[in-house]
């Protein structure tokens, strides 16, 4: 079974940066996509940042060079470079992690995760 967890959120100032972590747990053999979402109050979900498999990474509009979506493979986790961060960036942000995982000898199967996500606020 696959599990993540998303970290570093917090409040921040305008103008500030913040580096969310999400790390996964299980014996993952590969990703084939993996994606930063938000949610702020009364609005839907939005896509932040995503990877797929052999793909340039794919940012949302409202990003306009401020984010960085990133992995390091070895430690299993993504992250979410965010800079320039502004009071409209506020929302509970989540990572989706889709990929292979082992279940035991020769055994694989597609795993498709959410995290719980964490809170980041912007303040003015």
């Known amino acids: 079974q696959v599990q993540v967890v998303e970290s570093g959120g917090g409040l921040v100032q305008a103008g500030g940066s913040l580096r969310l972590p999400c790390a996964a747990s299980?014996?993952?053999?590969?990703?084939?996509?993996i994606g930063w979402y938000r949610q702020a109050p009364g609005k839907q979900r939005e896509l932040v940042a995503a990877?797929?498999?052999?793909?340039?990474?794919n940012y949302g509009e409202f990003v306009k060079g401020r984010f960085t979506i990133s992995r390091d493979g070895a430690k299993n986790t993504v992250y979410l470079q965010m800079n320039s961060l502004k009071p409209e960036d506020t929302a509970v942000y989540s990572c989706?992690?889709?990929?292979?995982?082992?279940?035991?000898?020769?055994?694989?199967?597609?795993?498709?995760?959410w995290g719980q996500g964490t809170q980041v606020t912007v303040s003015t």
């Open positions: 989706a992690l889709a990929g292979i995982y082992s279940t035991g000898p020769s055994s694989y199967t597609s795993f498709n995760v």
């Open positions: 299980g014996s993952i053999v590969s990703f084939y996509a």
């Open positions: 990877i797929s498999d052999g793909s340039s990474p």
